[in-house]
């Protein structure tokens, strides 16, 4: 058997230099530029970057916020409903993985916040999504989050997400978070 030669990293030039665009010798042009131009489709640029508004700490949370709306909290149990704003979708018109992702972590948090006491500090261990199939753009989902196990230490969440117009099951996530006591200091 062979032993695998490793090869030399490309080296780097700048195309111009007015550009902040780095480009390596072995991409040729029309790669780049095809590059670009998805990225300039799908709004990155460097021209149309974020407002002064958005650099705050929960600029984030505050768009996913505003697209979650409660609709039954029980112990253990929590249904939201999820209107997928263009914010939050991508450039295949459905809602954006990472959009999914912190709204799994948000919802989970809440509905294991059901059942830990709150002389316990949570944090999430574990998460898993599996991306069945997309929830388009305007779209209201129907987020199902339900605790499967609750301990001493452990707090397992599972929760389904339904297009709610056709009741079609779109994304699954569960969630570990390890219940920790706070330190009294």
Same mark, same amino acid.
């Given at each position: 058997?062979?032993?695998?030669?490793?090869?030399?990293?490309?080296?780097?030039?700048?195309?111009?230099?007015?550009? &902040?665009?780095?480009?390596?010798?072995?991409?040729?042009?029309?790669?780049?530029?095809?590059?670009?131009?998805?990225?300039?489709? $799908?709004?990155?640029?460097?021209?149309?970057?974020?407002?002064?508004?958005?650099?705050n700490?929960?600029?984030? &949370?505050?768009?996913?916020?505003?697209?979650l709306?409660?609709?039954?909290?029980?112990?253990?149990?929590?249904t939201?409903?999820l209107?997928?704003?263009?914010?939050?979708?991508?450039?295949?018109?459905?809602?954006?993985?990472?959009?999914?992702?912190?709204?799994?972590?948000? $919802?989970?948090i809440?509905?294991?916040?059901?059942? $830990?006491?709150?002389?316990?500090?949570?944090?999430l261990?574990?998460?898993?999504?599996?991306?069945?199939?997309?929830?388009?753009?305007?779209?209201? $989902?129907?987020?199902?989050?339900?605790?499967?196990?609750?301990?001493?230490?452990?707090?397992?969440?599972?929760?389904?997400?339904?297009?709610?117009?056709?009741?079609?099951?779109?994304?699954?996530?569960?969630?570990?978070?390890?219940?920790?006591?706070?330190?009294?200091?």
């Amino acid at each position: 058997m062979e032993k695998p030669t490793a090869t030399p990293r490309p080296k780097a030039e700048a195309t111009s230099s007015n550009s &902040s665009k780095t480009v390596a010798n072995n991409v040729s042009a029309k790669r780049a530029s095809t590059v670009t131009g998805f990225f300039q489709n $799908v709004g990155v640029s460097h021209i149309n970057s974020l407002p002064d508004y958005c650099n705050n700490k929960h600029f984030y &949370s505050n768009i996913i916020r505003h697209a979650l709306k409660p609709d039954q909290v029980l112990r253990g149990r929590l249904t939201c409903i999820l209107t997928v704003t263009p914010a939050l979708g991508n450039f295949y018109g459905s809602l954006h993985g990472g959009s999914l992702a912190a709204i799994c972590e948000m $919802v989970s948090i809440a509905c294991a916040r059901t059942v $830990v006491a709150e002389d316990k500090d949570i944090f999430l261990g574990d998460m898993s999504i599996s991306y069945l199939s997309g929830a388009p753009i305007n779209a209201d $989902v129907l987020i199902d989050c339900s605790v499967v196990r609750g301990g001493r230490n452990l707090t397992v969440v599972a929760m389904e997400f339904k297009v709610k117009k056709t009741g079609q099951l779109a994304y699954t996530a569960r969630a570990i978070f390890y219940n920790m006591p706070i330190a009294k200091i």
